[in-house]
Protein backbone atom coordinates (compact mmCIF):
# COMPACT_ATOMS: atom_id res chain seq x y z
CA UNK A 1 0.00 0.00 0.00
CA UNK A 2 1.21 3.61 -0.41
CA UNK A 3 1.19 5.27 2.50
CA UNK A 4 2.22 9.37 2.16
CA UNK A 5 4.01 10.48 5.64
CA UNK A 6 4.43 13.92 6.77
CA UNK A 7 5.54 16.01 9.28
CA UNK A 8 6.23 18.65 11.18
CA UNK A 9 9.24 18.91 13.92
CA UNK A 10 9.60 21.91 16.32
CA UNK A 11 13.63 22.64 15.84
CA UNK A 12 13.84 25.72 17.79
CA UNK A 13 16.06 23.57 20.18
CA UNK A 14 19.00 21.11 19.71
CA UNK A 15 16.30 18.44 20.52
CA UNK A 16 14.12 19.42 18.00
CA UNK A 17 17.00 19.16 15.33
CA UNK A 18 17.30 15.73 16.26
CA UNK A 19 13.86 14.62 15.97
CA UNK A 20 13.67 15.86 13.02
CA UNK A 21 17.44 14.17 11.69
CA UNK A 22 15.64 11.49 12.80
CA UNK A 23 12.62 10.98 10.99
CA UNK A 24 13.95 11.90 8.11
CA UNK A 25 16.25 8.61 8.57
CA UNK A 26 13.56 6.21 9.33
CA UNK A 27 10.96 7.95 6.55
CA UNK A 28 13.98 7.95 4.33
CA UNK A 29 14.41 3.41 4.92
CA UNK A 30 10.78 3.22 4.21
CA UNK A 31 10.27 5.26 1.15
CA UNK A 32 11.23 8.86 -0.94
CA UNK A 33 11.61 11.78 -0.09
CA UNK A 34 8.55 13.72 -2.34
CA UNK A 35 9.27 17.47 -0.49
CA UNK A 36 11.22 18.48 2.42
CA UNK A 37 8.82 16.59 5.60
CA UNK A 38 6.62 14.86 2.76
CA UNK A 39 7.13 10.88 2.04
CA UNK A 40 5.98 8.34 -0.24
CA UNK A 41 6.02 4.95 1.10
CA UNK A 42 4.89 1.72 -0.46
CA UNK A 43 5.11 -0.84 2.56
CA UNK A 44 3.38 -4.01 3.83
CA UNK A 45 1.01 -4.38 6.63
CA UNK A 46 3.59 -4.97 8.75
CA UNK A 47 5.62 -2.66 7.59
CA UNK A 48 3.58 0.45 8.10
CA UNK A 49 2.98 -0.51 11.50
CA UNK A 50 7.04 -0.36 12.03
CA UNK A 51 7.23 2.63 10.08
CA UNK A 52 4.03 4.39 12.61
CA UNK A 53 5.53 2.97 15.52
CA UNK A 54 9.58 4.18 14.99
CA UNK A 55 8.34 7.60 14.30
CA UNK A 56 5.67 7.65 17.35
CA UNK A 57 8.81 7.18 19.50
CA UNK A 58 10.80 10.07 18.04
CA UNK A 59 8.76 12.89 17.95
CA UNK A 60 7.33 14.90 20.87
CA UNK A 61 3.93 14.72 20.71
CA UNK A 62 3.58 18.18 23.05
CA UNK A 63 5.81 20.09 20.16
CA UNK A 64 5.80 17.84 17.07
CA UNK A 65 3.03 16.30 14.44
CA UNK A 66 2.93 13.45 11.92
CA UNK A 67 0.69 12.05 9.24
CA UNK A 68 -0.24 9.16 7.92
CA UNK A 69 -2.49 9.21 4.55
CA UNK A 70 -3.31 5.43 3.75
CA UNK A 71 -3.76 5.43 0.10
CA UNK A 72 -4.17 1.51 -0.27
CA UNK A 73 -2.76 -0.86 -3.29
CA UNK A 74 -4.66 1.31 -5.80
CA UNK A 75 -2.70 4.40 -5.38
CA UNK A 76 -1.86 5.17 -8.96
CA UNK A 77 -5.30 6.61 -9.54
CA UNK A 78 -5.21 8.51 -6.65
CA UNK A 79 -2.30 10.86 -7.12
CA UNK A 80 -1.44 13.54 -9.76
CA UNK A 81 1.68 15.35 -9.60
CA UNK A 82 2.60 18.03 -12.43
CA UNK A 83 5.79 19.84 -12.32
CA UNK A 84 9.19 18.42 -12.32
CA UNK A 85 9.66 14.60 -10.73
CA UNK A 86 11.77 14.62 -7.63
CA UNK A 87 13.29 10.86 -7.81
CA UNK A 88 12.42 7.20 -9.52
CA UNK A 89 8.71 6.34 -9.06
CA UNK A 90 8.07 5.30 -5.65
CA UNK A 91 7.28 1.43 -6.71
CA UNK A 92 10.32 2.04 -9.65
CA UNK A 93 13.86 -0.07 -9.27
CA UNK A 94 15.70 1.60 -6.85
CA UNK A 95 19.38 -0.20 -7.92
CA UNK A 96 20.48 0.15 -11.80
Avoid: H, P, W
Amino acid sequence: MLVIVTYDIAVSTARGQRRLSKAARICTNYGRRVQNSVYECLVDATEFQLLKRDLLEVINTDEDTVRFYKLGNNYKSRVEYYGLENGTAVDGDLIF
